[in-house]
């Protein structure tokens, strides 16, 4: 993918404050709602796709899960969630990459994107994840993912995005997982405005 996008996200992440930006939440609530649901064990792989300096890597660490990774393409972002945790961020694997060149060292057991697959916007580009996650996640396994929807917004933080249905999301990934539970959240933004978010779980077939 071009280093413009990257360039875009290392700037947003210097540039602004976390309470700058639409997507920012003090605590993921739907996020940890999914995660509840599927008791995983406190020795899974879990991933949080373009986690950027999200609080999601926090309560992960709070509910004691050993083997954490946070992914992004800004390592800005990476660091700033690395900085807020101060000795914690010992305790998570960190990883500066495209999505779409990630080469997994490990399969995990829960997959979480929050607001960063929606800015996939090829279909060149939403394959190579699809595959990726195909690849990464183990049979059985949770793979959650929050888009804007069809209600939500076009652009976020100046890019395109691609608005989902449950029907559209589940397509994309119909071919290796199993649809378990959509939800629509109205997440209320930093400017007192609201974005409408899908969040579907799927399972590995
Ligand atoms: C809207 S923010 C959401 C951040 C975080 N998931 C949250 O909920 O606070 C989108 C994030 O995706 C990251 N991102 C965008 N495109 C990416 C890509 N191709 N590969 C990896 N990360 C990407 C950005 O750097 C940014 O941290």
Redesign the pocket.
């Known amino acids: 993918?071009s280093s413009k996008?990257k360039e875009h996200?290392e700037k947003?992440?210097t540039s602004k404050t976390e309470d700058e930006?639409?997507?920012?939440?003090p605590y993921?609530k739907t996020?940890v709602e999914f995660l509840e649901l599927f008791n995983l064990p406190i020795d899974a792989n879990i991933i949080?796709?373009?986690?950027?300096?999200?609080?999601?890597v926090d309560v992960l660490i709070e509910k004691g899960y050993s083997n954490i990774y946070v992914?992004?393409?800004?390592e800005n972002?990476l660091n700033r969630a690395k900085q807020r945790l101060g000795d914690e961020a010992n305790k998570v694997h960190w990883i500066v990459?495209?999505?779409?060149e990630?080469k997994p060292g490990v399969r995990f057991d829960y997959w979480h994107?929050?607001?960063?697959f929606h800015?996939?916007t090829t279909k060149e580009?939403i394959d190579k994840y699809v595959g990726i996650a195909e690849k990464a996640i183990n049979k059985n396994a949770y793979l959650i993912l929050?888009t804007f929807s069809e209600q939500g917004p076009d652009k976020?933080?100046g890019l395109e995005v691609k608005q989902y249905s449950e029907a559209s999301m589940s397509h994309r990934f119909e071919k290796s997982f199993k649809r378990i539970k959509c939800i629509t959240e109205k997440h209320l933004t930093p400017f007192n405005t609201t974005q409408d978010f899908l969040f579907c779980s799927f399972q590995k077939k």
Do not use: E, K
């Open positions: 993918m996008i996200w947003v992440f930006v639409s997507w920012f939440q993921p996020s949080d796709i373009g986690g950027g300096d999200s609080h999601l992914l992004d393409i800004s972002a990459s495209d999505v779409t990630f994107d929050r607001a960063a800015f996939l580009n929050g976020c933080s």
